[in-house]
């Protein structure tokens, strides 16, 4: 966290109700330039640490004239505000008026994971607060196309799929009264199908393809609206990135990506995507499955295409226990592609040039600014991604294709998949044909010099999960508090041997925005795989369980004289096996 929002979140928890002003004797019809309404569902991310606390601090300190913009605030899904002013027993409608925040309305106890409730807050505030432009921002977790939007902590962390904020927009009459923008201060939102649900509803949309850190925006950026108080949704996305982008600064470990995204053309992007995988459904059908291994090498039939999702960027990853967003960047989708349909690949690409207007990133690799759910990792809950993608009822053809790909993931055969990844793992013996995994290294490179992590002296198995053009991060699958979690690792230049971020859940919805801290006097025990060699079954073993006294951090050891080396072996259809010693 930074210390400047500490500063603000003090700032804020000073405020008593005889700060807050009433707004009976305001003109609340004057017509502005714009009205913005911030749909803020606190979940844990304020009940635990305060961030939607420190962001209010931040729209109060923005120095943003009212006279330029109403800003309506809906507070609620929270067990707990770190600040005096605002209860957690009912939601509450605020106004942002000149560094000060006035109550308007409390609505009572609801579902902040309710259509209903987001309808009745946009129709409230458009009838109440009229502009010229409106545009509003979701405020939480976000877990992409399938998972959806937010964590209600009061209401047994309710959240809103796709479809239920199509139907919020739709009764509060959007259709016929665009929003300016929706913007989405949470994670993996930047979708095509979220930008194609909301085309009928909005002009642009602002949104990160990858996983958000937890402090989220800078809404300093209110400020802008000062001097050019009718700038188009366009140029205040841009507004929006940069200041975001510029708020954690080019040495960052931070995964950071936010898109403009003009919602005009989201369509032809989806049409796009189901004219490539029309061609890629046809490779499947004419060349089949029954190929030789040498051609699946060259990248032919279902096994060329399933190495290639493997290869291609992919968001929102874990470890093995938490690997199920699938949302792949478009622009790498059609990258990967292009050799074997390089007309539909380009008009893919030619349509997300159109349609992102701006987006900034620190990704290894280029991306394009839209994401889209391509099942691959949550393979084993496919059904049920499934069930709820086509319930989108996004491009026919690309749902079928999904459908066609998953089939043959589940089936196929591990003798006749292209080898995607190999790492040397160390096993520690447990009984006989039982051992216990110790640790995994990104190499095929046996040498017996290897040193191997460990926290506080019990080993570690660090699984890769993302990467940045200045970072590396690890998972390592762990329970701290009783709760299960990954405990996320980052190596940079600056941290050659690995810093701790902190821990993110793995038993939630949708996916965590930022990591949580681990402190002093939490408990924590890590996660094994543990492996039956006469069966080939697997288990996670949980280790010992630990009182943290210090902050944690790796160390790197070399590997006890009886621990066994092997391969772990992973395979086009995301199919592990496993070497012997």
């Known amino acids: 966290m930074r210390n400047r929002k500490y500063a603000f979140l003090i700032i804020f928890a000073l405020f008593t109700m005889p700060l807050f002003t009433s707004i009976a004797t305001k003109n609340i019809n004057q017509v502005k330039p714009y009205t913005i309404m911030i749909y803020m569902n606190g979940s844990d991310l304020e009940s635990d640490f305060g961030l939607a606390t420190a962001d209010l601090a931040e729209m109060l300190d923005s120095g943003l004239d009212s006279r330029n913009a109403n800003v309506i605030i809906l507070t609620g899904g929270t067990n707990h505000w770190m600040n005096t002013a605002i209860p957690e027993y009912e939601c509450i409608i605020w106004e942002l008026v000149d560094g000060w925040l006035n109550e308007v309305k409390s609505i009572g106890m609801v579902n902040m994971g309710d259509p209903a409730t987001l309808r009745d807050f946009v129709t409230f505030s458009m009838e109440k607060y009229p502009a010229q432009k409106y545009g509003i921002i979701m405020w939480d977790h976000g877990g992409g196309s399938i998972a959806g939007f937010g964590h209600d902590e009061q209401f047994n962390n309710s959240s809103l799929s796709l479809l239920d904020m199509k139907q919020a927009f739709e009764e509060a009459g959007l259709r016929n009264n665009k929003l300016e923008f929706i913007g989405f201060d949470a994670c993996l939102m930047a979708t095509v199908e979220m930008a194609v649900l909301a085309a009928d509803y909005a002009h642009v949309l602002i949104a990160s393809e990858d996983l958000e850190p937890g402090d989220g925006w800078d809404y300093h950026f209110l400020s802008v609206l000062n001097e050019t108080p009718y700038m188009d949704g366009f140029a205040l996305g841009k507004v929006i990135v940069d200041t975001f982008i510029d708020f954690y600064g080019p040495d960052s470990d931070e995964i950071l990506t936010l898109s403009v995204v003009d919602l005009s053309c989201a369509n032809l ?123 989108l009822e996004m491009d026919e053809v690309y749902t079928q294709y999904l459908h066609i790909f998953l089939q043959a993931l589940k089936h196929r055969n591990n003798e006749d998949s292209p080898i995607i990844h190999k790492e040397l793992v160390l096993w520690q013996p447990v009984s006989k044909d039982i051992y216990r995994m110790q640790g995994i290294l990104q190499t095929s490179k046996y040498d017996n010099n290897f040193l191997w992590p460990k926290i506080n002296e019990h080993s570690v198995v660090l699984f890769p999960i993302a990467s940045t053009a200045s970072a590396r991060k690890y998972a390592i699958p762990a329970e701290i508090n009783n709760r299960e979690v990954d405990i996320i690792v980052s190596f940079t230049a600056q941290n050659p041997q690995g810093r701790i971020l902190g821990s993110r859940n793995i038993n939630e919805n949708v996916f965590q925005k930022g990591n949580d801290p681990i402190l002093p006097g939490d408990s924590v025990a890590f996660y094994y795989p543990e492996n039956n060699f006469a069966d080939e079954s697997q288990i996670w073993h949980k280790g010992e369980t630990f009182i943290v006294q210090c902050p944690l951090h790796l160390t790197w050891a070399p590997a006890l004289s009886e621990h066994r080396l092997g391969f772990r072996i992973t395979n086009a259809c995301n199919n592990v096996t496993y070497t012997t010693f």
């Not at 995988?277 to 046809?282: E, G, H, L």
């Not at 499947?284 to 399933?306: C, N, P, S, V, Y």
């Not at 991306?367 to 496919?382: C, E, V």
């Open 269 to 391: 992007v989806m049409e796009t995507m189901g004219n490539l995988m029309a061609k890629a459904t046809d490779e499947i059908h004419q060349i089949g499955f029954q190929i030789g291994f040498e051609m699946a090498e060259e990248g032919r039939g279902f096994h060329g295409l399933a190495k290639r999702r493997a290869y291609t960027k992919t968001f929102g990853e874990g470890s093995p226990r938490d690997n199920y967003a699938d949302m792949v960047d478009v622009g790498d989708m059609a990258i990967m592609l292009y050799d074997l349909f390089p007309q539909e690949a380009e008009a893919v690409l030619q349509s997300l040039e159109d349609c992102v207007v701006y987006n900034r990133h620190n990704s290894d690799i280029d991306i394009w600014g839209l994401s889209t759910f391509y099942i691959y990792g949550g393979k084993s809950q496919g059904i049920y991604s499934l069930e709820t993608y086509t319930a």
